[in-house]
C-alpha cells in the first residue's frame, strides 16, 4: 500500500517553468513505477510521463518531449517532474499514479495507487 501527494503546481506564464512533486508513503517508492497522468477540463486524463522503479527508464508522452523531465529520489521517496517552455495548452490537474512496473502504467493508462492532483494554469 502506498499514498502519494502531488505538490508544485501553480499559476505560470506561457514560456515558464515549475517542478512537480510526487511523495510517496506507505511502502517504499522505490517498489513503484510512477507516471504523471493530466487532465484538463472536458478532456479525457491523458498520459505524460513515467519512470520505472530504479529510474533508469523513461517514458514520455510525444507532446512534452523536449520540455518536461522525469526523476526520481527513492532516498526521500519523490518523483518530480520538471515542466519546461509551458504552454496554455498544459492547464489541467496533473496526477501522480504509482504501478508495479512502467510498462504496467502505460497498458493500464494509470496506476493502482492515484494522487489527489494539482492545479497548473499556464496564462498566455
Known amino acids: 500500500q502506498v499514498s502519494l501527494v502531488e505538490s508544485g503546481g501553480g499559476l505560470v506564464q506561457a514560456g515558464g517553468s515549475l517542478r512537480l512533486s510526487c511523495a510517496a508513503s506507505?511502502?517504499?517508492?522505490?517498489?513503484?513505477?510512477v507516471g504523471w497522468f493530466r487532465q484538463a477540463p472536458g478532456k479525457e486524463r491523458e498520459f505524460v510521463a513515467a519512470i520505472s522503479r530504479s529510474g533508469a527508464g523513461t517514458s514520455f508522452a510525444d507532446f512534452v518531449t523536449g520540455r518536461f523531465t522525469i526523476s526520481r529520489d527513492n532516498a526521500k521517496n519523490i518523483v518530480y517532474l520538471q515542466m519546461n517552455n509551458l504552454k496554455p495548452e498544459d492547464t489541467a490537474v496533473y496526477y501522480c499514479?504509482?504501478?508495479?512496473?512502467?510498462?504496467?502504467?502505460?497498458?493500464?493508462?494509470?496506476?493502482?495507487?492515484w494522487g489527489q492532483g494539482t492545479q497548473v494554469t499556464v496564462s498566455s
Open positions: 506507505g511502502r517504499t517508492s522505490s517498489s513503484y513505477a
Open positions: 499514479a504509482a504501478d508495479i512496473s512502467l510498462s504496467t502504467l502505460r497498458a493500464r493508462d494509470g496506476g493502482g495507487y
